[in-house]
């Protein structure tokens, strides 16, 4: 007689969902004994059309929620209890009936850069294609390098590196905490300060959510909750809301959190083609985080005007 699972996580199929989903998992076992039981604890692996569809743009397709929505279908008809996600990936807004019940403590924010032709952004030859599927990533090279070429480099992290490797294109990006994960931190060529490329808003951070109603599965979660990367993502996420941010739009933002509660907030906004940027920076406690972010938002989007987000021509 098979005994059914004490909790059901539902994830996307890559290496770096999966190595996610296990470090929650062991979070919750490490916080509760009798889910580290065999069987205890079941994991389901949910293809999404972010993941089928790989040779287009995100946002030709329908932008972050393409990498969610059949897991939190899945969730909403009471298939799975909770889901893992990278809180980049995240929709700014949520759909009805699911709730964020947590954030992990967050890893390293960084992007870092890969090449075997360059040491570094500016030591790449004029004329040198980077991959990336990021208009934030893309904006913001152009912005310093307009004499390089940005083409579209989606996949998962082994395949970006294995496409860095065969010359397809003369380097790529990636997030450091993604190379963290999977023990792969020895491919970066240089990890890129924020000073010089700021990242996306939640990288490096694992957001579990569940349904609203849940009280179950939120009581299971709350433990694993990290209170300063909670801050950090409600004023990044927050800002992002302000700004209406998708896929779409070219925007970064790095929330940090100091020893004494002070929290400091980094944004910015940019033209798809890099021509312009906009940035501006916040301060105040973490406990107003949300209000940071939103005030940050609203000077962003002040600032920049009906048309910023649109491409050129």
Not at 66 to 73: A, G, N, V
Not at 79 to 90: E, F, G
Not at 158 to 181: F, I, N, Q, S
């Amino acid at each position: 007689m098979t005994t059914a699972p004490l909790l059901r996580i539902g994830t996307r199929g890559s290496p770096l969902a999966l190595a996610q989903t296990e470090e929650a998992r062991a979070r919750l076992v490490a916080a509760h004994p009798e889910l580290g039981a065999p069987d205890a604890v079941q994991v389901t692996v949910i293809k999404t059309t972010g993941d089928k569809v790989m040779d287009r743009p995100l946002a030709d397709i329908g932008g972050k929620g393409l990498f969610t929505k059949e897991i939190d279908e899945a969730m909403l008809a009471g298939r799975i209890d909770l889901a893992v996600h990278s809180m980049k990936d995240l929709p700014t807004w949520l759909p009805d009936g699911i709730a964020l019940a947590c954030t992990l403590e967050r890893e390293d924010p960084r992007d870092v850069f890969i090449s075997s032709k360059a040491e570094s952004i500016a030591g790449l030859p004029a004329g040198a294609v980077v991959g990336s599927a990021s208009l934030r990533r893309q904006a913001q090279i152009l912005h310093r390098r307009p004499d390089l070429r940005v083409v579209l480099f989606r996949g998962n992290i082994h395949t970006r590196l294995r496409k860095v490797e065969d010359g397809e294109v003369d380097a790529t990006l990636l997030a450091m905490a993604g190379l963290k994960r999977l023990g792969l931190v020895h491919a970066a060529t240089a990890v890129i300060e924020p000073e010089e490329l700021l990242p996306a808003v939640g990288q490096g951070a694992i957001g579990v959510t569940c349904r609203a109603g849940d009280r179950r599965t939120r009581e299971l979660l709350a433990p694993l909750d990290h209170a300063a990367t909670t801050a950090r993502v409600t004023a990044e996420r927050a800002m992002l809301e302000v700004l209406d941010g998708s896929c779409r739009t070219p925007i970064a933002g790095l929330a940090e959190v100091a020893a004494g509660g002070t929290l400091t907030l980094r944004g910015l906004i940019a033209r798809p083609d890099g021509t312009e940027l906009i940035e501006t920076a916040r301060q105040g406690a973490a406990a107003d985080a949300d209000a940071i972010g939103r005030d940050a938002g609203g000077e962003l989007l002040g600032r920049a005007g009906p048309g910023f987000f649109d491409s050129p021509g």
